[in-house]
Antibody
């Protein structure tokens, strides 16, 4: 059974930093890209960032490029999102999600439970 | 970036009704489209992938169609548990983009 466990959310002041983690199990981790998706309170879903299975390619939505960094440790089946220079508009529930694979699996059939990031003074 | 325009943004319907939700892509995405259902306070659940493939375990009253730039999600006969918010997602290329969502409410 695929399991994704998000953690690391919390309250942070504007301009601060936070690092989210996602622990994965139940599938061949390095065969799959991984993504982070967020949802601001009362709003829709927004894809934030993705990383390839080997970790050598990373992708970002424009609003976080240069502030957020996605990474993965395949030896630990972990994916991370380092968030710097946080803004009030980054306040959201952040989900990690299993993305597509090189053998044709399609994205987001499995999601973490979400971790809440609140940016406020 | 590819923009996804979803309509309607909200709708009300009755149990037993047939419902259709539409997503339009700003450029062709072949069939790299998925549909998700989300209930309040819950994690999104994938219903459809590759535009028309039904996710395992999802009731057959849900179906998807389309290719290129026009896509639809159809619920053939609404059940009480189907009242939720629905999102489309294009995964043709990064950055992936979601539609704005359709909130389906009970009439």
């Amino acid at each position: 059974e695929v399991q994704l466990l998000d953690s690391g959310g919390g309250l942070v002041q504007p301009g601060g930093s936070l690092k989210l983690s996602c622990s994965a199990s139940g599938f061949t981790f390095d065969a799959f890209a991984m993504s982070w998706v967020r949802q601001a309170p009362g709003k829709g879903l927004e894809w934030v960032s993705g990383v390839s299975g080997r970790g050598d390619s990373t992708y970002y939505v424009d609003s976080v490029r240069g502030r957020f960094t996605i990474s993965r440790d395949n030896s630990k089946s972990m994916v991370y999102l380092q968030m710097n220079s946080l803004r009030a508009e980054d306040t959201a529930v952040y989900y990690c999600a299993k993305d597509e694979s090189v053998v044709g699996a399609t994205p987001f059939d499995s999601w973490g439970q979400g971790t809440l990031v609140t940016v406020s003074s | 970036d590819i923009q996804m325009t979803q309509s309607p943004s909200a709708m009300s319907a009755s149990v037993g009704d047939r419902v259709t939700i539409t997503c339009r892509a700003s450029q062709g995405i072949s069939t790299f489209l998925a549909w998700f259902q989300q209930k309040p306070g819950k994690v999104p659940k994938r219903l459809i992938y590759a535009a028309s493939s039904l996710q395992s375990g999802v009731p057959s009253r849900f179906s998807g169609s389309g290719s290129g730039t026009e896509f639809t999600l159809t619920i053939s006969s609404l059940q009480p548990e189907d009242f939720a918010t629905y999102y489309c997602l294009q995964y043709n290329s990064y950055p992936y983009t979601f539609g704005q969502g359709t909130k389906l409410e009970i009439k």
